[in-house]
């Protein structure tokens, strides 16, 4: 097992996909699906996932449940080379699940139980933030109730002092004031990747560049808005852009935004400029929406290169 380059660290969630139907079944009625999945699921999980796709190697951190589904998740995990040692079982908590329904033309059901990643807390990361470690990507950020602000703003200083690029990605469960939380942590990160409607419920501003520039005020290196099926937009301290997205048929959207992460890191790892960072996270996004679950669909790095060979991203400089 190659050394980790990265440290993927929050939410891990078992998933039940179902190939889209028709229209949900009435009370009592059976409706038949072409494909059931039981896979990896949480945003920590799906980045490792990915970037294991794109030939990088990472160590993941969070929690699973003593039972069934957490033995799974975990020989899921190692059969793409994921360094596992950062899984910890939960004592109380069953492994977490997420039921994803699709149907024709609309947009995702999810029925879920949040289970082991309740347990989650700064010191699982501690231990794993070794020298070798290049970037440290937190996905879940304020839907875990065990991470103490204070204590993961001093992780991530100490992060930065070392050399690591500290990325964060968030899960908005519902209004609340979440800004009070994020200003303690925004100043130590280098890359944040909220969603436009998670941004809107921080906020309360709905334009992305606006929201971007907030970040920014807030003390981020980069703010990078994702904007689903209307692209993305980054700003950061010389570069301002608005990209839009490659056309590909959309069969399940679960972990897109977890596949532009990962394309992000992997500009990042690589040495790519903002743009170049953009256009990978952009066609790894792409490619995940393409297949029924949150990675299988994922481009492989040979397949991601060749398929930006071929295809230009639209790119507006703001």
């Known amino acids: 097992m190659r050394a980790a380059e990265v440290l993927c660290a929050g939410v891990i969630v078992a998933d039940h996909v179902c190939a889209p139907i028709p229209r949900l079944p009435n009370p009592g009625e059976l409706i038949l699906a072409d494909d059931m999945l039981l896979t990896i699921g949480g945003c920590a999980a799906n980045v490792a996932v990915d970037l294991a796709k794109m030939q990088v190697p990472s160590v993941i951190v969070g929690r699973v449940g003593n039972d069934p589904f957490g033995t799974i998740v975990r020989r899921m995990l190692e059969q793409y080379g994921i360094d596992t040692?950062?899984?910890?079982?939960?004592p109380k908590c069953a492994t977490s699940q997420t039921m994803i329904i699709n149907v024709v033309g609309q947009d995702r059901r999810f029925i879920h139980i949040f289970g082991a990643n309740a347990d989650f807390t700064v010191e699982d990361m501690r231990a794993f933030l070794t020298p070798h470690i290049k970037v440290l990507y937190l996905g879940g950020y304020l839907l875990?109730?065990?991470?103490d602000d204070d204590a993961l703003a001093e992780l991530f200083r100490n992060a930065q002092a070392a050399g690591t690029k500290v990325v964060l990605d968030v899960a908005v469960p519902g209004p609340a004031d979440y800004l009070s939380r994020l200003r303690k942590v925004l100043p130590y990160v280098d890359v944040f990747l909220p969603n436009q409607d998670e941004a809107e419920v921080i906020l309360g501003e709905r334009d992305p560049v606006r929201q971007a520039e907030r970040f920014r005020e807030l003390g981020v290196g980069t703010a990078v808005i994702t904007l689903g099926g209307d692209g993305a937009v980054l700003v950061s301290p010389r570069e301002?852009?608005?990209?839009g997205v490659f056309p590909v048929p959309l069969v399940d959207g679960s972990g897109g935004g977890d596949a532009f992460d990962?394309?992000?890191?992997?500009?990042?790892?690589?040495g790519y400029d903002a743009l170049g960072c953009l256009r990978v996270a952009s066609a790894l996004g792409a490619s995940c929406v393409r297949a029924v679950g949150t990675t299988p669909g994922v481009f492989t790095?040979?397949?991601?290169l060749e398929f930006l060979r071929q295809h230009e991203l639209p790119v507006h400089k703001l």
Do not use: D, H, M, T
């Open 85 to 90: 040692r950062g899984v910890c079982l939960s």
């Open 144 to 147: 875990l109730p065990g991470l």
């Open 240 to 243: 301002r852009y608005r990209v």
């Open 262 to 270: 990962a394309g992000f890191i992997y500009g990042l790892l690589r």
């Open 301 to 304: 790095e040979q397949e991601c």
